[in-house]
């Protein structure tokens, strides 16, 4: 447990004022409203901004989703259990495999069902690959944000090379559907080890330019140092988590403070920063994009290459999982994601929460610090925030 | 914990505890002591975290269940606390003050289950749903199916073919679709 956590406030001082910011006078012809996307380069997925404001200086922001809101939870309660697992991966484009991971933990853990160790290992190995895939995305969309376009071009060239083992592994590239209720779908093909292998030392070396080329790019460190600080007594109270609470030293990772699939046996520590600003934010999630390099390392020195991959299961056609309740999380690249799964012992699930870092990150936390900084800037903070608009409407 | 829960049993009349697993426990309270419960575990009990709010309609019993699930880094243990309350007029006492992200929760509860929260900030604002103008879609009795026939109407599905008799008629018609 961090010594922050000791110090956060969680009374209601002044400086945690929840309260919603007075309406400006827009006749009055001193300020402007602008709308930042839905469509625009500076923005992370299908979501808008509505600023206001003073010059250049943001005085106001809402955020608004609801572009994307395809109904997947309420999809869920109409659907059977196996049909939903493909389903869930369609919630999050750039992280499928924790939907699918959270799902079949949930089911899992409801029904009493027992998932192989090999299956155990796949999946740590599936997650920390689309960790990486993500935060390979996420480092081009930063950088992209500043006015760098040369990295985005190589992470997403090497996301690609990402893809193409997923593709092997599960035959797939973004939807995997692998992780399902039991196991996982296959072992991996001949070779896949070696090529793995190949990828990441590609990737490590890729990730030492990277910080040559970006974090020690002068426009990059004067722009991003000290824009968007995250004091640590925001965290609880505004329910920031992963490695947005991380880069102010707060030392909470779900894969320590509860380990869950092959964690447990990973040899890794908790990276923490000392002032989480947007470059902080930023070198905190390349080192935790090293961090990915060396657990999918582990996985392929430790995982069993043989033996059963999928628990003996029902018919799932005719699947009814016991009534009861559960909530299951994981660390994904944002932080707490969680699936809160309440079931009735019928076919069909009764009620599924998907929790997103992102509804807290993208609407109470960006509207907070959005305001006083340059409207040039709100790209580069929201990027920063690591925000996906489609795990706030679900 | 059971000091903790025995003391919650005594001040607020809580009910129905279920240890789910190690790491979490369920609970229910009134409708009327709820806020004062979750305001008393957030400031004394250090479930100083927020994981969500939602709800579960059971429509069969005209109630709807409000979830609060709070969490306390330094045990590493969640509280699930439940909420009932009647369909009819939904109303709950807003936690806004609590949390930051609380009036979101709120927001997309009354956008998708009707329930009203007095005093929490835009909880009028539409959240996912721009002009929607059906009972709230998250509730059982809205059916998804039905609305959306009526909204787009009936499409016939695509006329599939049979790759290979599709290929003799369109693409190599004067060879009998023996493409050599």
Redesign the interface.
């Known amino acids: 447990m961090t010594p922050f956590s000791k110090k956060i406030v969680t009374g209601h001082s002044s400086a945690l004022d929840f309260a919603q910011p007075e309406p400006v006078d827009l006749s009055s012809g001193k300020y402007v409203k602008l709308w930042q996307g839905p469509q625009h380069p500076g923005i992370t997925g299908n979501m808008s901004l509505e600023l206001t404001l003073d010059g250049d200086t943001i005085i106001d922001c809402k955020t608004h989703v609801g572009y994307l809101h395809r109904g997947f939870e309420k999809l869920m309660e109409r659907r059977t259990f196996i049909q939903n697992f493909t389903v869930v991966c369609r919630i999050a484009v750039p992280e499928p495999t924790f939907n699918e991971y959270l799902y079949s933990a949930a089911v899992e853990e409801l029904s009493g069902i027992e998932v192989p160790e090999r299956a155990v290992w796949l999946r740590t190995m599936n997650l920390e690959l689309m960790r990486l895939a993500s935060f390979l995305m996420w480092i081009g969309g930063m950088s992209g944000a500043f006015g760098q376009y040369t990295v985005p071009n190589w992470t997403l060239a090497y996301r690609d090379y990402v893809l193409d083992l997923f593709e092997e592994m599960t035959g797939a590239r973004i939807y995997h559907m692998y992780i399902v209720p039991g196991g996982v779908r296959a072992g991996l093909p001949d070779g896949f080890e070696e090529r793995a292998r190949a990828i990441m030392d590609g990737t490590e070396k890729l990730l030492d330019q990277i910080e040559r080329v970006m974090f020690n790019n002068i426009v990059f460190k004067a722009r991003s140092k000290g824009l968007a600080v995250i004091p640590p007594e925001m965290i609880d109270p505004y329910g920031i988590v992963g490695p947005n609470a991380r880069a102010c030293g707060v030392e909470r990772d779900l894969r320590k403070d509860e380990p869950y699939l092959a964690y447990e046996h990973l040899d890794f520590d908790v990276i923490t920063g000392s002032d989480s600003d947007a470059y902080e934010r930023a070198y905190l999630r390349l080192q935790e994009t090293r961090q990915c390099v060396s657990l999918i390392r582990q996985c392929l020195d430790k995982a069993p290459t043989d033996g059963p991959f999928q628990a003996d299961m029902p018919n799932v056609l005719h699947w009814k999982v016991p009534a009861g309740e559960t909530y299951v999380k994981a660390e994904c690249t944002r932080g707490e994601y969680g699936y809160y799964m309440v079931t009735d012992g019928t076919e069909f699930v009764r009620r599924v929460h998907v929790r997103g870092p992102s509804y807290t990150h993208a609407i109470a936390v960006m509207e907070r610090l959005a305001v006083g900084n340059n409207i040039a800037d709100i790209a580069g903070m929201m990027v920063s925030l690591h925000t996906y608009p489609p795990e706030i409407e679900r | 914990m059971n000091d903790m829960l025995d003391r919650l049993q005594r001040d607020f009349g809580i009910s129905d505890i279920t240890e789910?697993?190690p790491?979490?426990t369920?609970l229910k309270v009134d409708k009327d002591s709820a806020e004062r419960l979750i305001r008393e575990l957030?400031?004394r009990e250090n479930y100083?975290?927020?994981?969500?709010m939602?709800c579960?309609?059971y429509i069969e019993d005209g109630i709807f269940t409000l979830?609060y699930?709070l969490h306390n880094?330094?045990k590493?243990h969640?509280l699930?606390i439940h909420v009932d309350i009647g369909r009819e007029n939904a109303e709950m006492t807003s936690i806004?003050?609590l949390?930051?992200?609380a009036?979101?929760?709120q927001r997309e509860l009354r956008e998708m289950y009707g329930i009203s929260f007095p005093g929490s900030?835009?909880v009028n604002d539409?959240?996912?749903?721009?002009g929607w103008d059906q009972i709230p879609?998250?509730r059982?009795e809205?059916d998804?199916k039905k609305f959306s026939q009526e909204r787009f109407g009936h499409r016939e599905g695509r006329h599939s073919e049979v790759p290979r008799d599709q290929m003799k008629v369109e693409l190599y018609p004067n060879r009998g679709g023996d493409e050599k």
């Open positions: 789910r697993k790491t979490l369920t957030r400031d100083t975290h927020l994981n969500f939602t579960i309609d979830v699930m880094y330094d590493q969640g699930g806004h003050t949390w930051a992200q009036w979101t929760y900030p835009r539409d959240f996912c749903l721009e879609p998250m059982r809205f998804t």
